[in-house]
């Protein structure tokens, strides 16, 4: 069965520094992978999305992910934060007709 | 394009009253279609999800329910409030048909149960 874990709740960093935000996977079959930002009271947004090709995918605002199969990993990251970038990050998996989603990470960035 | 509404915004009701709240599709046919709840610190749970007028999946036990009279309307009910209801509900929509794609989030619901 498809399940997505996000190994860190909370992640500080300070602004300008680079950020990864881990995200592991466990699934059989192949599947399509997503990593979506949530900002205050907002709904999802989505950031970017593997689904096949090349393992390194760039997404919107300056983020990328890579997804590496031998490790079933899919992790965010991000050179040079900023204070706009804080927010709820979610790692999310295809299953079926539905998406299951990781319990998030709150990025929050130190001035 | 395709755009996602929710309402209301925001909703306080009492413990006992009934709720209704909506999301509709504009842009768009025959779209799947999801309920999903946020609680402080829970991450997203799956409530509904439709793939068609009148079939609705129900993933967890609830004193929810859910409708979709018409293709681009979905809708989350409930006879009677509790406490535990409270929290940001979420409806999104993804195109129809094979593994699941991107979906695309409404602006939320926040509903506090008083």
């Known amino acids: 069965a498809q399940s997505v874990t996000q190994l860190d709740s909370q992640v500080p960093v300070f602004e300008e520094a680079p950020v990864e935000l881990r995200c592991n996977y466990s699934s059989s079959v192949s599947v399509y992978l997503f990593w979506y930002v949530q900002y205050p009271n907002q709904g999802l947004q989505l950031l970017l999305k593997y689904l096949s090709g090349s393992t390194l995918v760039k997404g919107i605002n300056g983020f990328e992910a890579e997804f590496n199969k031998s490790q079933t990993s899919f992790h965010l990251r991000k050179p040079s934060v900023h204070i706009s970038d804080t927010a709820e990050y979610f790692c999310a998996v295809s299953k079926g007709d539905k998406i299951i989603f990781g319990k998030g990470t709150r990025l929050h960035i130190l001035p | 394009s395709q755009t996602i509404h929710q309402w209301p915004a925001t909703l306080v009701q009492p413990v006992g009253s009934p709720l209704s709240l909506e999301c509709t599709v504009e842009?768009?046919?025959?779209?799947?279609l999801y309920w999903y709840r946020q609680a402080a610190g829970r991450g997203l749970q799956l409530l509904f999800y439709s793939v068609g007028i009148g079939q609705i999946s129900s993933e967890v036990p609830q004193n929810l329910s859910a409708s979709r009279p018409q293709d681009r309307q979905f809708i989350l009910s409930s006879k009677k409030l509790l406490l535990s209801d409270s929290g940001f509900y979420l409806c999104?929509?993804?195109?129809?048909?094979?593994?699941?794609?991107?979906?695309?989030f409404g602006p939320g619901t926040r509903l506090t149960v008083l």
């Open positions: 999104a929509w993804s195109p129809r048909g094979g593994l699941a794609d991107t979906q695309y």
């Open positions: 842009g768009t046919s025959n779209p799947n």
